[in-house]
């Protein structure tokens, strides 16, 4: 299974139909409402990222799996001193 896009996450979280009390007041419409719109942003612009040519070796995941499997890691060069 890929990695899902922004819009993919977004998508997948609005088919559950979640309902939530935040700050005492029942919401259906979670999307919308200011306290979780945000972060949900926040979490499709990191999937988004995640397919970035730019930003996307930041979101390689390295496992022993996969070293079982003969799959190589991908090696990222350490940072120099001072940065």
């Known amino acids: 299974m890929a990695l899902k896009t922004g819009d993919q996450y977004l998508t997948s979280i609005e088919s559950l139909k ?35 040519p730019e930003t996307n070796e930041m ?6 799996c996969f070293l079982r499997q003969g799959i190589s890691p991908v090696r990222r060069p350490s940072p120099s001193p001072g940065t």
Do not use: Q, Y
């Open 18 to 52: 979640l309902t939530s009390n935040i700050l005492g007041e029942k919401t259906n419409d979670l999307s919308e409402h200011g306290m979780v719109g945000p972060s949900r942003k926040a979490v499709a612009f990191t999937f988004d990222a995640a397919h970035h």
């Open 59 to 64: 979101f390689c995941v390295e496992s022993s």
